[in-house]
């Protein structure tokens, strides 16, 4: 078990660029998660998924950011026309949907920087 | 809707000292509460969490948290602590939707 993985660590890109990235859950984790973490905060959710079923997502997740999880495995978070107000960390985590409550587990992060 | 405050932005502690780092949270249905640490260049790892029961909670590293329902409060404490728990600390709520919501963090600094 080698924990949530998240690629790109880094990304630099210029103002009105897309750009994607990618999180690996662990391995038969069911549910996966997206959150945003800014300067000086805590993580805020973004969105979820169920298997490959997105179930929420929060009024954060403008109509430039779009995820998936094609197959219930992995997933991408997409942010079209980048803006300078989307530099954060963007986190993932996933958890294994079984229990009273399962423990999200989260990955290392890819902090981008838009200029 | 839930939220979280951490009323400790930065707390500077020296070696073999006790901390205490302070949360509450308001919510209209019952919640679940969680501490997650986050060391430099990593992500968060979950300390300890608050289902239902015992209102002392005991997680791993020696810290523990006690839950205060009047009060509104799930505050974490270490009675001696080593300069490797210089970290951000974050505390969490969340009700049965599974989505968490987070404090800011409190910077715990540990000095020898």
């Known amino acids: 078990d080698t924990g949530v993985s998240q690629d790109p660590r880094h990304k630099i890109t210029k103002r009105g660029q897309n750009v994607t990235f990618r999180c690996d859950p662990i391995?038969?984790?069911?549910?996966l998660y997206w959150y945003r973490q800014t300067l000086g905060q805590g993580p805020e959710f973004l969105t979820y998924?169920?298997?490959?079923?997105?179930?929420?997502k929060s009024r954060l997740l403008s109509d430039r950011f779009s995820a998936e999880r094609p197959k219930g495995s992995f997933s991408t978070l997409e942010i079209q026309r980048t803006e300078q107000g989307d530099s954060a960390m963007y986190l993932c985590?996933?958890?294994?949907?079984?229990?009273?409550?399962?423990?999200?587990?989260f990955g290392p992060g890819t902090r981008l920087l838009v200029l | 809707a839930q939220s979280v405050t951490q009323l400790d932005s930065q707390v500077p502690v020296f070696e073999e000292a006790p901390v205490e780092l302070r949360c509450n949270y308001s919510?209209?249905?019952?919640?679940?509460l969680f501490w997650y640490v986050q060391y430099p260049n990593q992500g968060l790892q979950l300390l300890l969490k608050?289902?239902?029961?015992?209102?002392l909670v005991k997680g791993i590293n020696g810290f523990e948290a006690e839950f205060n329902k009047s009060q509104t409060s799930f505050h974490l404490r270490k009675p001696s602590v080593h300069i490797s728990d210089t970290a951000e600390y974050f505390c969490?709520?969340?009700?049965?939707?599974?989505?968490?919501?987070f404090g800011a963090g409190t910077t715990v600094t540990v000095r020898a």
């Open positions: 391995s038969e984790h069911n549910r």
């Open positions: 998924f169920q298997n490959e079923a997105q179930l929420e």
């Open positions: 919510s209209s249905v019952s919640v679940y």
């Open positions: 985590a996933s958890s294994s949907g079984q229990g009273e409550w399962e423990t999200q587990y």
């Open positions: 969490a709520v969340s009700n049965f939707d599974y989505k968490l919501s």
């Open positions: 608050y289902l239902s029961g015992s209102t």
